[in-house]
T-cell receptor, first 107, second 118 residues
Framework: DAKTTQPPSMDCAEGRAANLPCNHS???????VYWYRQIHSQGPQYIIHGLKNNETNEMASLIITEDRKSSTLILPHATLRDTAVYYC????????FGKGTRLHILP | GAVVSQHPSRVICKSGTSVKIECRSL??????MFWYRQFPKQSLMLMAT?????????EQGVEKDKFLINHASLTLSTLTVTSAHPEDSSFYICSARRSMGVFTYEQYFGPGTRLTVT
């Protein structure tokens, strides 16, 4: 079973920051938090991952709370092409997908 | 970034026939590959873990005699759906694990294969 909880859907206006929350209260000390997204009819695309420090790359930022029980993925300037299902995953040996958050970018 | 390919991208077959899907890691060697299945409006479900040179490990509820997995080389894993039925119609996605060092690895996903059984 997935170890994360995400809202089923969110809306964000184009050009604004999209903040996607994720709860992972049972995370273990050596488990990483990964984010993937899946655009319709495509394979999952890696976005970012982190252990306990905040991370940033060209796609997004990942903010992990100090107790590591939750995290937020931030897309700084959402575009219509960011419309997808976003999966927050606590990676053990295998990647198990939960239901994710369906992000709608509104023009 | 690392690239994983799948072939074919789409396939239509008749009920009762078998169909093979290939998954290749194009620029790295993958000792472990994974096969997922996704039904419409649902999340990806892990079917099995494929290790090079050994038998695949299937998740609970997945019929190993129906979904044959072969991982004969470090860059190729195949999934054969035997005696396919319309309920096997789905989006099949493979994933390959790439070692990044001792006890560290990343996992990359293929573009998926849409199987339609008529």
């Amino acid at each position: 079973d997935a170890k994360t909880t995400q809202p089923p859907s969110m809306d964000c206006a184009e050009g604004r920051a999209a903040n996607l929350p994720c709860n992972h209260s049972t995370i273990s000390g050596n488990e990483y938090v990964y984010w993937y997204r899946q655009i319709h009819s495509q394979g999952p695309q890696y976005i970012i991952h982190g252990l306990k420090n905040n991370e940033t790359n060209e796609m997004a930022s990942l903010i992990i709370t100090e107790d590591r029980k939750s995290s937020t993925l931030i897309l700084p300037h959402a575009t219509l092409r960011d419309t997808a299902v976003y999966y927050c995953i606590v990676r053990d040996d295998k990647i198990i997908f939960g239901k994710g958050t369906r992000l709608h970018i509104l023009p | 970034g690392a690239v994983v390919s799948q072939h074919p991208s789409r396939v239509i077959c008749k009920s009762g026939t078998s169909v093979k899907i290939e998954c290749r890691s194009l620029d790295f060697q993958a000792t472990t590959m994974f096969w997922y299945r996704q039904f419409p409006k649902q999340s990806l479900m892990l079917m099995a873990t494929s290790n090079e040179g050994s038998k695949a490990t299937y998740e609970q509820g997945v019929e190993k005699d129906k979904f044959l997995i072969n991982h004969a080389s470090l860059t190729l894993s195949t999934l054969t759906v035997t005696s396919a039925h319309p309920e096997d119609s789905s989006f099949y996605i493979c994933s390959a694990r790439r070692s990044m060092g001792v006890f560290t690895y990343e996992q990359y996903f293929g573009p998926g294969t849409r199987l339609t059984v008529t």
